[in-house]
């Protein structure tokens, strides 16, 4: 795929990770808003006035909350004033909602942060059977692991610098889509920690915002956490009365956009520079890792867009006589299931022992510094790949508030208003009826019990430290 393809805007929650694509090499998923497909190489003008009348859909059909089809074949268009809309949008109160993972800010927050990310159901995803379990085995789960990740974040300063680092890429990108004379509230939605997505819905609401574009700080679409944050939205504005009619659009991934693409290739180009023999340096692409049932039960698509990320890369490298060699693996396995392999730690190892000596390593899932970066990277793997033989270590900084970085990310907003539509308002559904109080207390009491009986089991805590970083 060209590196000058768009972000993708798709429609509803519900998706078929098993369809094929109309438009060459991509890999689409539907959410549960509008779809439309626009040039990345369009021009401010052309994005602010018009959109691409040829839209690729990943289905020949999508439907939306209540299951109506809107578009029946894979040429999909609009109606007219749905485009018309956009040319007034000056007059409207356009919103940019930014979703991110959240992170602890001290030390006190790790525990609770921890619980709140293993409650999640899209992290620890257990059979309907059992579901009842998911809080208490959060809770089991967090103190465990609590103690060893306050270790991790006392070693960068005793907590996160992903809030500080989102709010300033979202100040950067409300000035530059003001210079580009779009201006916006743009909004910061943690999914674990404050602020929270809830939080940002509810400003969003007060400030009666009339066009909302919901952009993830996650260049690849993954379930764990993209999908996740859209749950959570699909759940609010479904029964709400304010949020259903509330024009939206939502761009799933931007891994393809030039800009992102572009922006990766300097940063690489210069730290080679850093090396005694930049032609010899192996580019090492470490990303966070799914668990494997994800891919081939769920249909995540996600390790299909990070392959396609790197060769839109490395193809941006080769253009500019950069062919240095290059390889992939994942970091950040949790829990005792098989993750998306290569293992970083194992590679780095193997690395030593091939004889590479000189190694920079691109954290490409990330774009934001944080202990996954900071920590885990910059110290733990750096370590080991001393360790290991390597003897030349470089890191590649997070994109952060990288000026095209974020200049691509405003491009990325205006190409997506056109598109906003409103979500239709659907019926509580059969699993939300089954959520009744009584229910759920009798859930949670049993649940507590088991969680109980299980922190009081040597041989369960020990499994856990073991598999638990």
Same mark, same amino acid.
């Given at each position: 795929m060209e590196?000058?393809?768009?972000s ?9 990770p098993?369809?094929?694509? =109309? ?6 998923? /539907? ?7 626009v040039?990345a190489?369009s021009? =401010? ?5 018009s959109?691409?009348?040829?839209l690729?859909? /990943?289905?020949?059909v999508?439907?939306d909350?209540?299951g109506?089809?809107?578009c ?5 268009t ?6 018309? /809309?956009?040319?007034?949008?000056t ?8 979703l ?12 609770p942060?921890?619980f ?9 995803r257990?059979?309907?059977l059992?579901?009842f379990l998911q809080?208490p085995?959060a ?5 465990? %692991?609590a103690?060893k990740?306050?270790?991790g ?6 907590? /996160?610098?992903?809030?500080?680092i989102?709010?300033?890429?979202a ?9 580009k004379?779009?201006?916006?509230n743009?909004?910061v939605?943690?999914?674990?920690w404050h602020?929270f ?14 066009r909302l574009?919901? *952009?993830? *700080? ?12 859209? %749950? ?9 009365t ?7 659009a ?8 030039e800009?992102?693409i ?6 690489i ?10 032609e010899?340096?192996m580019?090492?692409f ?11 039960d769920a ?6 867009q ?10 941006e490298l080769k253009? %500019?006589?950069?062919n240095?060699?290059?390889t ?14 290569p ?11 091939q ?6 390593a ?5 774009? =934001?510094?944080?202990?996954?970066t900071?920590?885990e990277?910059?110290?733990?793997y750096?370590e080991?790949?001393l360790?290991?033989?390597?003897v ?9 508030c990288?000026? =095209?970085?974020?200049t ?12 906003a539509?409103?979500?239709s308002t ?7 009826a089954e959520?009744?109080?009584?229910g759920?207390?009798?859930?949670? *009491? ?7 009986i ?5 041989k369960?805590? *020990? ?5 638990i970083?």
């Open positions: 590196a000058a393809t768009s993708r805007i798709l429609p509803h929650m519900n998706f078929n098993n369809s094929t694509s =109309s438009c060459p090499r991509a890999k689409s998923m /539907s959410i549960f808003f509008n779809t439309s497909k040039s190489n021009t =401010s003008n052309d994005k602010r006035s959109v691409a009348r040829g690729c859909l /990943s289905r020949p999508q439907k909350l209540d109506r089809t809107f029946s074949t894979g040429v999909c609009y109606p007219s004033d749905v485009f018309e /809309s956009y040319s007034h949008a007059e409207e109160k356009i919103g940019v909602m930014l991110n993972l959240g992170g602890p800010e001290t030390l006190h927050d790790v525990q942060f921890l709140n990310l293993f409650a999640d159901p899209d992290i620890i257990l059979p309907r059992f579901r809080r085995l809770q089991l789960i967090s103190v465990l %692991r103690p990740s306050k270790e974040y006392a070693a960068i300063g005793g907590g /996160s610098p992903l809030r500080k989102t709010d300033e890429q100040n950067a990108i409300k000035l530059a889509l003001e210079t004379e779009v201006p916006a743009v909004y939605a943690m999914r674990y602020p997505t809830e939080e940002a819905v509810h400003q969003i609401k007060r400030d009666r915002i009339t574009v919901v *952009l993830p *700080l996650y260049p690849q679409y993954s379930i764990s956490t993209t999908g996740s944050s859209l %749950r959570v939205l699909r759940d609010m504005f479904r029964d709400d304010y949020l259903s009619r509330l024009p939206v939502i761009i799933q991934s931007w891994y393809q956009r800009g992102y572009k922006s990766m290739a300097d940063l180009e210069k730290e080679l520079q850093v090396f005694p023999d930049p010899e340096a580019i090492f470490s990303a966070h890792g799914v668990p494997v049932s994800y891919v081939e249909g995540d698509p996600y390790k299909d990070m392959e396609e990320c790197i060769f839109l890369i490395m193809q253009s %500019r006589g950069i240095n060699d290059h992939l693996a994942f970091q950040s396995r949790v829990g005792p299931v098989e993750w998306l392999k293992y970083t730690d194992e590679v780095l190892v193997e690395l030593g022992q004889g590479v000596k000189s190694l920079l691109v954290p490409v899932s990330f774009v =934001s510094e944080h202990i996954e900071l920590e990277i910059d110290m733990e750096k080991l790949a360790e290991s033989g390597i030349n270590w470089g890191r590649v900084p997070a994109l952060n990288t000026p =095209s970085f974020i691509d990310l405003a491009d990325a907003v205006i190409e997506a208003l056109p598109s539509m409103a979500i659907s019926n509580t559904t059969t699993e939300e959520n009744d109080i009584v759920y207390a009798i859930k949670m *009491l049993f649940g507590s019990i088991l969680a109980f299980l922190l009081l089991s040597p369960v805590i *020990l499994a856990f430290r073991n598999y970083p």
